[in-house]
C-alpha cells in the first residue's frame, strides 16, 4: 500500500520506540519523513533510514515547535500528517503523596504542552490545504486507574485525550482530522528503562494484559498509519484505544 504517496508526516519523538516505528512504517507506504528529535544523532538516524530529514527540537519550545513545521512546509511544501508522540515518563513522577511539583511540572511540559504547541502550529498548514491528520499520543491510562500511579503522567494522557477530542470536532469540517492514540504498556525503551529499575511493577501490569504480553511498536505504528490515512476519513475526535484489551479486562486468561 502506498497511502501516503506525496504527504508529509511530521514525527515527534521520532528517534526511538513509536516514534521510530510510526516513520519507518508511513515511509514504507510513501511518507516523506520528518522526525523531530531532542536526540540529533538518533533523529539523523531516523531521516537517513527513511530518506527524509531530521529537526532537532525541544518541544517544550514554541519557538522550535514552530521552526519544525515550517521547515517541514518550507522543504516538502505540505505538512499533511503530525503524529505529535514526544513524551517522558521519569522515575521521580510516582504517587500523588511523593511527586514534587518540579517532577509534575517537567512531565506536563514534555507530554501536553508539546502536544498543544504541536497542534497549534500543525494547524494553519492543514486548514491552508484543507486537509490532515493529527495524531495525538495519549495512553489507556487516561481512562482507567491505577494503583501503581505514576501521577503527572496519567493527568498530561488525560489531558492529550481532552485536547485531541475538541480540537477534532472545532476542525472537522475544515477537513482536519485530529484522533488520541491510547497505547496500552509497550516494549519501549522507555518502558525497559522504567519497568528494569521495578520488576515488580512490570509483572503487577502485565498480569492485566489478555494477550500476556507488551505491545510491540510497530503494531503501534500500524494503528497510527491507520488513522493518519484516509481509511479513516470519518474518524475523528476518538480515542484510539490499542491496549490488548487491558481496558476491557475483568479478569484474564490463566
Known amino acids: 500500500m502506498q497511502r501516503f504517496e506525496g504527504r ?100 506536563q511540559e514534555a507530554n501536553l504542552t508539546s502536544v498543544y504547541l504541536c497542534c497549534k502550529y500543525a494547524l494553519p498548514y492543514m486548514r491552508e490545504q484543507q486537509k490532515g491528520s493529527i495524531v495525538n499520543t495519549a495512553s489507556f491510562v487516561a481512562t482507567m486507574g491505577a494503583a501503581t500511579s505514576q501521577i503527572s503522567y496519567t493527568a498530561s494522557k488525560g489531558g492529550v485525550l481532552a485536547l485531541s477530542r475538541e480540537l477534532g470536532v472545532q476542525f472537522a469540517r475544515e477537513g482536519v482530522r485530529v484522533n488520541a492514540l491510547s497505547p496500552g504498556p509497550v516494549n519501549t525503551p522507555l518502558l525497559k528503562e522504567l519497568f528494569a529499575k521495578d520488576p515488580e511493577r512490570a509483572r503487577r501490569r502485565l498480569v492485566h494484559v489478555p494477550f500476556g504480553r507488551f505491545a510491540e511498536p510497530e503494531e503501534i505504528a500500524a494503528a497510527v498509519a491507520f488513522l493518519a490515512s484516509d481509511d479513516a476519513s470519518f474518524i475523528t475526535a476518538s480515542n484510539f484505544l490499542v491496549d490488548g484489551g487491558i481496558s476491557s479486562a475483568y479478569v484474564t486468561p490463566l
Do not use: C, H
Open 8 to 107: 508529509v508526516a511530521v514525527i515527534t519523538g521520532a528517534g526511538s520506540g513509536i516514534g521510530k516505528a510510526t516513520a519507518l512504517r508511513l515511509a514504507s507506504e510513501g511518507a516523506r519523513i520528518v522526525a523531530v528529535d531532542l536526540d540529533a544523532e538518533a533523529g539523523g538516524q531516523v531521516a537517513k533510514e527513511t530518506g527524509g530529514m531530521s529537526v532537532t527540537a525541544d518541544v517544550t519550545s514554541e519557538e522550535q515547535v514552530r521552526d519544525a513545521f515550517a521547515a517541514a512546509k518550507d522543504a516538502y511544501g505540505s505538512v499533511d500528517v503530525a503524529f505529535n508522540n514526544a513524551g517522558i515518563s521519569p522515575p521521580d513522577d510516582d504517587s500523588i503523596l511523593e511527586t514534587g511539583l518540579d517532577a509534575w511540572r517537567r512531565v
